[in-house]
């Protein structure tokens, strides 16, 4: 934590300096009178693109995890200070992993800038972090690796972090809460542009309904399924998809975890239920990497399975959505991924 801080400092400094730097350059008026929206993931800037509809002109609007980087490796830059500094909505998702926000939101030039936090927006919809049956938890002395030996630390506080309540950040992955955030947006939105609101809540409307199809067919898919459980060789960010239409699940790490290598006790326990359960498929996330994957399927008695990959967004880039990349597209393909692994 100290070294995010740290981290937090001096793009903090570089931002300051940047400013100073660009401080008495006339700008362009029309770019002035655009609504500038800052979104941290790709789903919240999906979703503001949707809601804008053909006005999205009026609008510049920045996703600051553009690159590939997960929301949980991220670390602010002086130019997304900046950006954040200045901007009219500021939509985050909330949870340890945007702690780095409260930091930045004290930066903020703009002082009736809309802030929206998608886990406060969802209030008791919100899921603790899970560790399920057989999922290997985090190592401790991973979570200590900012306190140095002999430095000077407070172990009450140390309890005091033991305690508190982690939540599962991965909200987006639901298309029912997709709906529903949308529309907290698109609310707002209306209040801080009223004279483009009858087109936001058209646009609102429209897109949501494409999300209320698309949750019937995953409700439909599951319904005839065969099999009700998913496995995963991986990370889970899946839970809010899981839970919203009955499915059970095992996997090697919760969504947030950090690990990597799976411990022999967790290989085994997956390969195990893998057997147990006749299960035809182990899952990924996406990523290339799919040695924990791999090593089960090799641990089960058939050694035959399949493993299919589900998308969790947290590695799509700006030229992925050049590339036509939408919410929408990623969780139709999930839907079709999901139908093969349940079937």
């Not at 002035?32 to 790709?42: A, P, Y």
């Not at 889970?236 to 919760?254: E, V």
């Not at 990497?289 to 791999?294: G, K, L, V």
Request: charged fraction near 35%; charge should be negative; include cysteine.
């Amino acid at each position: 934590m100290k070294r995010t801080k740290y981290i937090f400092a001096a793009a903090v400094l570089m931002a300051g300096s940047l400013s100073a730097c660009g401080a008495g350059k006339s700008g362009n008026e029309s770019e002035k009178d655009k609504l500038k929206i800052v979104t941290t993931i790709f789903p919240e800037y999906d979703w503001v693109m949707n809601i804008l509809g053909e006005n999205k002109t009026g609008a510049e609007v920045t996703m600051l995890l553009d690159k590939g980087v997960d929301m949980h490796s991220y670390q602010i830059s002086a130019q997304d200070i900046m950006k954040i500094s200045s901007c009219d909505m500021f939509i985050y998702v909330g949870g340890e992993s945007d702690e780095w926000v409260e930091d930045a939101l004290k930066e903020a030039k703009n002082k009736d800038m809309i802030v929206i936090d998608l886990l406060e927006e969802l209030g008791d919809k919100v899921k603790e972090e899970e560790v399920k049956e057989g999922m290997q938890e985090e190592d401790e002395h991973d979570h200590d690796h900012d306190h140095e030996a002999g430095s000077d630390h407070d172990h009450e506080d140390d309890h005091d972090h033991e305690e508190e309540t982690e939540y599962d950040e991965h909200v987006w992955l639901s298309v029912k809460n997709a709906g529903f955030l949308t529309q907290r947006i698109s609310e707002k939105l209306q209040k801080m542009d009223e004279k483009n609101a009858e087109k936001y809540k058209a646009n609102t409307k429209a897109y949501v309904e494409k999300l209320e199809a698309l949750d019937s067919k995953y409700s439909e898919a599951v319904s005839g399924a065969k099999t009700k459980t998913l496995l995963f060789g991986d990370r889970f960010p899946f839970r809010y998809l899981t839970d919203d239409y009955g499915l059970d699940y095992y996997a090697a790490f919760a969504g947030c975890s950090a690990e990597t290598e799976a411990s022999f006790e967790t290989i085994t326990f997956l390969a195990g239920k893998t057997d147990e359960l006749s299960l035809p498929v182990v899952m990924t996330i996406e990523g290339t990497d799919h040695r924990i994957a791999e090593t089960i399927i090799n641990n089960t008695e058939k050694k035959d399975q399949k493993i299919l990959t589900m998308d969790s967004m947290q590695s799509v880039t700006s030229k992925d959505v050049k590339g036509g990349v939408t919410y929408l597209s990623v969780m139709e393909k999930n839907l079709e991924v999901l139908k093969e692994a349940l079937n």
